[in-house]
């Protein structure tokens, strides 16, 4: 398994080999995974209470303190409710019932950003040197170094 992997793949990978359906829930992050990368992180800004989130309007149950926020176009060419408030936010989730996070987060330093596409099954960080290598140091992440030359495999390669 590389970079490059993909949920589709390794999805359809288990069912062959067990016979047992499982689905990747595509453009959002579990709560643990959320927490454990916010608290990463956190350590790597100098504002982590002054954060920004990027929430795609197209979430049906968008929570109404929500829905009243600015509209941003960002590419791919998507409409997305622009959120402020502190790293830990990132974990909260943004609709009812709740299962869907903010796609992209990044503090008012800077310092690095986190990215996601409601289709993607990946999420991606940048940062310095430091800030990625804790994150692919973190053992309750499950990560792979990228770099900009990598083609992923996913909907616009």
Known sequence: MDATANGERLCLDYEAKTGEKINVDF???DHEVASALADVLS???TMPDECYFAVWTGYSGIRDDLARAPVVIVPPE???YLIEGPLSAAA???DEPSSRRSLRWW???QAWCVGNDVYADSVYVAGSQDCVSAVLDDPRLETYGAQPSDVHPGIYA
């Open 107 to 109: 503090p008012a330093d």
């Open 43 to 45: 350590r790597h800004t």
């Open 78 to 80: 998507r409409q997305m």
């Open 92 to 94: 909260e989730a943004l």
């Open 27 to 29: 453009g959002t992050l």
